[in-house]
């Protein structure tokens, strides 16, 4: 309300107000609350491995019993990619300035003593990200952290030579068809049973696949995000926005 | 097969969005029609051998996710598909229709039907989540500062009452070890202190009543409904579809701890107050797509109301209210579209003639409005009627006269839009309108109102089993009631008018974000305090 702002006592009013909620629920949650055991638990822990093919108990729930929840998770990831470039203001300017595909920030060449370790680190970080992607039903991992983790072997490079190398409207496109058969494996694989006959071997394929389809979407998502604040958001943007203000007012 | 209802919207929609163009833009309304029909065959299927329920992965019933779909959630999907291939034939000719729109659209109708056939407590905030960024694009389609403002405005409060659903679901999960609302409801009766389930109770009523805008967490849907620069099939959208996700969940709430915690008085007292504030906002309101949020927060309290009497006639009554509230709420926005389209204003006392510049729209406008207020042989009157005669005490019956009578009020202020001269600049007046796709679609609309209206009856056995009599005695107190009611509105729309500056200072109270973050936590706490004292 807007005439609570002139007052000060209202900041009290929310800290009394905070402080009355959070003892009130601690004092339900401690003393009448109840647990009547951990069923849903106790299946998933006794059938994943039966079930499901998977060694990481995570893994099976999050490809096999709860897949269409991961749908969603997925479509959370393009929604706030799209979301991310299109709130910002810099995004009119781009797109008519057809700026979107090459951009090199000027940056004075990195110091010898940061090279050096990128130059072994993204390797490893590659490979790890691949690892981790294509394992995550043997050892803890999957496709989310090998994304993750492939989009900052793509930091380090970027560290040591700030050029965009991706035409960002193409990876936009590759997110986009990724999540397509995000959509499509799992309701043929699980929903529609279309394989007859589910062994190990099919199910462990089925995870292998599902696993680097996510991670490859995960990657595509964070490199989008993290290339646009680089290039089109920092410092340098400015510069963008003037570059592109002087050449409206030309033409 | 229920899951290709959600996942075929989506993966339509992404297609769209990767590779379509103009020339594709009618495979959008083939796609639609296609789950228009597909929906059909599952309704049929649900009316003849009962509830359909999909173990997603074929796993044991309370292990899995499942979808399942009963009379009533069948219904609100058929209605949704129904209503977007509507708005995909009103919004096909605007230039609101891109790939990047298209897909949000066809994203959002498959969350919605995910929300209403899915029985699963965290699979629900996955959808509440997803839906909300989806709605902020929707949005923020022209990025003006206003436009900005109201949807992080509208992202963060539906944010923070997702994480209060997230907050009940885990505390669900630490008593029950379950999180299938289905079985939930049969175990509820298992736990042995009625007081443990305050806590979830609490978590997950806040979450649902923000998403409803119940008072006092109304405060973010006038900001999101009116913003500047969205197109009107956002907020039609939005009122029509997604606040039906919003009652259903709110139903299936109730229901699911319906054996163990009744507060059936502080809904129905919490329904008058939304209802009655928000018919006074809407009076005093001279921008229209402000005053229609004010009218749809108006309605959904009626309907908080007749769910909270609780008997069957005023439950199915609150039912069917639902679904014509869709259409004519959908009629009454894109009407509201079509009339910014052309005067180039929303500020209401500036639009005039519209019966002469634009008769189907006003036709349409017409249509929505007797619907709106209950007028008999529309479809409004049939749910109003079965609301109130669950009502035993006067007092009541007559609170609900006075909401009846403020819906006239203010739909006496927006009919003044239809009559009177066109005062706006001569070139406005010569952008003479042809009726066009836009037009006949709402006026399609505006018939449905009336065709829902006088084949209510039969419509609700068809779609419910449930059949209600309606004697001629009845039917004609109620016209007369109506006509007595319309009168007075008149009346009181005249006098109003003099007083407007001062009851606009009075009530004209807008809430900021701290104010509706406010409320929520005042509105947990309130909830916890009266079960507290009740159980």
Known sequence: MRVFKKYKFVKYLDGALVIIAAVAVLFLFLNHSEKQGTPLMDWFINHFFTETGSENAVTAVYLNFRVFDVIFEAMMLLVCVM??????????????????????????????????????????????????????????????QGGAILTTALLSHYIVRPKLEFNLDKLEKFEQVIFMFIIIVPALYIFMDIFPIETILTNRIYLVVLNTLIGLKVFAGLTIIFNWFVFYEG?????????????EEEG | MLYWLILAPILVGVGYLTFGNAETKKWVIVAQTVIVFYASYLFYQVKNTGVIIDNLGGYPYPVAITLSANNLSM???WVTALLFLGLFFYGYATEYFNNYTGFLYLTLEALVIALLFTDDLFNIYVLLEVSTIVITLLLTFKKDKQAVYNSMMFLFVTVVSSTFWLFGTAMIYRTFGYLDMRILSEMITQVEDPRSLILPYA???TAVSVKIALFPLHGWLPRAYSTPSAPPMVPAVLSGIYETAGLYLFIRLNSMFSEVIQINTFLLILGFITSILAFVKAITEN???TLLAYSTISQIGLIVIGLAIGTEDSFWGSIYHILSHSLFKSVLFLTAGELFRQYGTRYIPKIKGVMKTMPVTGFALIFGLLGLTGAPFFNGAISKNMIGSGIDSTFLYLLLNIVTLGTVVYSIKLATMLFGENKLSSEVKEKKDVPNLQQWTMLVFGILTILTGIFGQPL????YDYSYEVTLGSQIQHALTYTILLVAGFLIYKGWRKKENVIDRIVGIEMSFNAVIRSMVLFFVAVVGYMYWLV
């Open chain 1, 83 to 144: 979301e991310v470039i299109n709130l910002s203001s810099r995004n009119k300017h781009i797109k008519e300035n057809k700026l979107h595909s090459k951009r090199e920030i000027d940056f004075p060449k990195g110091s010898k003593f940061l090279i050096m370790p990128f130059r072994w680190s993204f390797p490893a970080a590659v490979l790890l990200g691949l690892y981790f992607m294509m394992n995550g039903h043997l050892s803890p991992g999957g496709g989310f």
């Open chain 1, 235 to 247: 410092a340098d943007g400015e510069k963008l926005k003037r570059d592109a203000h002087e050449k």
């Open chain 2, 75 to 77: 219904v609100l999907v």
């Open chain 2, 203 to 205: 978590f997950l009523l």
């Open chain 2, 287 to 289: 921008d229209l797509y």
């Open chain 2, 460 to 463: 609700m056995e068809f779609l």
